[in-house]
C-alpha cells in the first residue's frame, strides 16, 4: 500500500536531494525512499544519526598493505608493456643481493613452505599472475628441490624462477640441475652444490650475460666503440692476442695460447681434448680468426676460411698443428685457399 504525506523541505534540502534525483531520472518519491532506507542501515549500526553522520566524517579509507608501499615510495607502479620491456633487456643478468634480500627477506624464510607462501603472495599482490609449487623431500634442510611456475607469460616465469633460483644459491646452497620449459609452465630441478663450488647451473641458465653487463658498465666507450666497428665492417675484424700481434709484426710464428688458457683457467696441456676443441670452435669462430670449424669424432678436423694469400694459410695451418701439439694432440695437415684439413697421426702398433 502506498501512502502519500506532506512534508516540507527548504531550499537546501532540494540541493542537497539533486544527486538521488539524476539518479533515479527525477523521480522525488524514489529519491527520498533512497534517504530513508540509508537512514534504516546506517542506524542499524550507530544509535543515532548525528553519530553515523560524525563516523562517516571522519573515515578514512584502509590501505591495503601493497597500497601502503606505494604510498611511502617504496613500490611503484608500471604499466605492463613497461614491465615486459624490462624484462626482456635484463635476461640473463643475475640481481644485486642487496634487491634479492629486499623481495626475500631470508631473516623470515626458514624452509621450503615459508619460501612457496611467499613467492606466491608476492606474485598475487602485483599482479604477476604467476602460481609458484616448490616439492622437496625435506623442506627445512633439502637436498634437492623441485620447482614447478606455472600460468603468467614466459617472461614473468623465467623472472619468478630467477628469483628462487637465486634465493636457493644465497640461502640454501642449492644450485640449479636442470630446466624443463613447457608452453605455459616451467620446471627446474635443484640440487646440493658442493661447498665452495661455483654455481654454475644459476650462471648457465640466468647469469649468462651478467660478467658481461658489468664489463660493458665499466668501460662503455670500449664496447660501444668495438660493437659499432663490427657493425660498420660487417664483422670483417679479428681479435689477436697482442703477443700475437706483435708476432706477426715481427714475421715470427704465432705461437701464443694464453687466450685459449685464459677463456676455460687452466693450462693448455690440461684440457680435454673434447673440451679443448670446442673452445676452439666458440673462440676462433666469434674472434673472427676463421669462418668455421668442423670435427668429427676426434681424428679429423675441417678448418673453413677466406684466407687466399698461401703466405698467409701456411702459418695459421702451423698455429693450429702448434695448439694442437700443446694440447697433447699430434696431427698432420693440408690445406687449399678456402679449407684445412688437419688429421690425427695415427700410432703405429
Known amino acids: 500500500m502506498v501512502l502519500r504525506k506532506n512534508i516540507a523541505l527548504e531550499k537546501h534540502h532540494l ?35 548525528e553519530e553515523a553522520t560524525n563516523n562517516l566524517a571522519n573515515k578514512q579509507y584502509e590501505l591495503s598493505p601493497l597500497e601502503e ?20 633487456y635484463t635476461r640473463g643478468v643475475l640481481i644485486d643481493r642487496e634487491i634479492l634480500d629486499e623481495i626475500l627477506d631470508p631473516l623470515h624464510i626458514n ?4 619460501l612457496d607462501q611467499k613467492i606466491n603472495t608476492i606474485c598475487q599482490d602485483f599482479g604477476w599472475q604467476v602460481k609458484v609449487s616448490l616439492f622437496s623431500m625435506d623442506y627445512l634442510n633439502p637436498k634437492s628441490v623441485t620447482l614447478m611456475v606455472n600460468e603468467g607469460t614466459e617472461s614473468l616465469r623465467e623472472f619468478v624462477s630467477l628469483i628462487i633460483a637465486q634465493f636457493f644459491a644465497c640461502n640454501m646452497n642449492l644450485d640449479v640441475e636442470i630446466i624443463h620449459k613447457r608452453a605455459t609452465s616451467v620446471r627446474i630441478d635443484f640440487k646440493r652444490n658442493e661447498p665452495g ?27 660501444r666503440t668495438l660493437v659499432t ?13 697482442r703477443d700475437n700481434f706483435e708476432n706477426v709484426l715481427g714475421n715470427k710464428p704465432i705461437q701464443n695460447v694464453n687466450t685459449i ?6 693450462h693448455i696441456s690440461d684440457i680435454p681434448y673434447q673440451e679443448f676443441i670446442e673452445t676452439i670452435k666458440l673462440l676462433h ?25 698461401e703466405d698467409a694459410i701456411g702459418p695459421l695451418t702451423d698455429f693450429y698443428i702448434y695448439i694442437l701439439e700443446a694440447n697433447g694432440q699430434h696431427f698432420t695437415a693440408k690445406y687449399s685457399t678456402s679449407l684445412i684439413i688437419l688429421e690425427r697421426i695415427k700410432e703405429k702398433a
Open 285 to 309: 669462430e666469434n674472434m673472427g680468426i676463421v669462418e668455421k670449424i668442423e670435427y668429427s669424432g676426434t681424428d679429423s678436423i675441417k678448418i673453413y676460411h677466406d684466407y687466399k694469400d
Open 229 to 241: 666497428i663490427h657493425m660498420a665492417t660487417n664483422y670483417n675484424i679479428i681479435s689477436m692476442c
Open 69 to 88: 608501499t606505494i604510498q611511502s615510495g617504496n613500490n611503484v607502479v608500471v604499466s605492463y608493456p613497461t614491465l615486459l620491456w624490462f624484462l626482456k
Open 15 to 49: 540541493v542537497m536531494l539533486e544527486p538521488l534525483l539524476e539518479k533515479n531520472d527525477d523521480n522525488f518519491s524514489a529519491a527520498v525512499r533512497d534517504v530513508i532506507e540509508f537512514a534504516d542501515k546506517a542506524l542499524t549500526h550507530f544509535e543515532t544519526l
Open 261 to 266: 688458457e685464459s677463456f676455460v683457467m687452466k
Open 111 to 114: 624452509s621450503i613452505s615459508d
Open 197 to 223: 663450488a661455483r654455481f654454475e647451473g644459476l650462471e648457465k641458465y640466468f647469469g649468462y650475460d651478467h660478467e658481461v653487463l658489468n664489463e660493458f658498465l665499466k668501460k662503455p666507450t670500449f664496447w
